[in-house]
T-cell receptor, first 113, second 116 residues
Framework: NAGVTQTPKFQVLKTGQSMTLQCAQD?????MSWYRQDPGMGLRLIHY???????DQGEVPNGYNVSRSTTEDFPLRLLSAAPSQTSVYFC????????????FGPGTRLLVL | AQKVTQAQTEISVVEKEDVTLDCVYE???????LFWYKQPPSGELVFLIR??????QNEISGRYSWNFQKSTSSFNFTITASQVVDSAVYFC?????????????FGAGTILRVKS
């Protein structure tokens, strides 16, 4: 198993550009989530999903869209990037999302100029 | 709302010293889970331990041990005989029930520097 994979590893955007961060898992996990990590603030939940077609907001959802059409993939979309979205983004997954350990992907470092 | 506080922003120790990383949490839930993750300089997040709110037994895994005290809402992490490879950022996290599934609430992290 490859576990949780994320692409790209690093991306530079200009303000106002859009892009999609990709996340995939091959463990047949129902639960997937996106976090952002900023210095001194730990990780904060952006959105999560408990299965195809079911998503919910986390602590910092503004500026981000998600959808879940397959069990394997959970892309994160930035519709109009802003410098405040400069961060490291982590995707995570777990079997069902009920009290289970979440396993994280390697992260995507995003710089918005 | 749930909250996790890691009051120690950065700790520096010399190799072979013991070090304790503090974690204090706030929750109104009676059922919850606590986690510790390690983030080495390479950047990935490595799961260390998961503990549920009904199990207050201390846990030991090699040089690592965890002390869970519900009375003080603390879940502290001790590394015995620290090594340079222990240098990392350590995060404590609390599982919070969301509408469809659980959400992790993280502390700000503690940077541990172990010097040789």
């Amino acid at each position: 198993n490859a576990g949780v994979t994320q692409t790209p590893k690093f991306q530079v955007l200009k303000t106002g550009q859009s892009m999609t961060l990709q996340c995939a898992q091959d463990m047949n996990h129902e639960y997937m989530s996106w976090y952002r990590q900023d210095p001194g603030m730990g990780l904060r939940l952006i959105h999560y999903s408990v299965g195809a077609g079911i998503t919910d907001q986390g602590e910092v959802p503004n500026g981000y869209n998600v959808s879940r059409s397959t069990t394997e993939d959970f892309p994160l979309r930035l519709l109009s990037a802003a410098p405040s979205q400069t961060s490291v983004y982590f995707c995570a997954s777990s079997h069902t999302g009920r009290w289970e350990t979440q396993y994280f992907g390697p992260g995507t470092r995003l710089l918005v100029l | 709302a749930q909250k996790v506080t890691q009051a120690q922003t950065e700790i520096s120790v010399v190799e072979k010293e013991d070090v304790t990383l503090d974690c204090v949490y706030e929750t109104r839930d009676t059922t919850y889970y606590l986690f510790w993750y390690k983030q080495p300089p390479s950047g990935e997040l490595v799961f260390l331990i998961r503990r549920n709110s009904f199990d207050e037994q201390n846990e030991i895994s090699g040089r690592y041990s965890w002390n869970f005290q519900k009375s003080t809402s603390s879940f502290n992490f001790t590394i015995t005989a620290s090594q340079v490879v222990d240098s990392a950022v350590y995060f404590c996290a609390l599982s919070e029930a969301g509408e469809y599934g659980n959400k992790l609430v993280f502390g700000a992290g503690t940077i541990l520097r172990v010097k040789s």
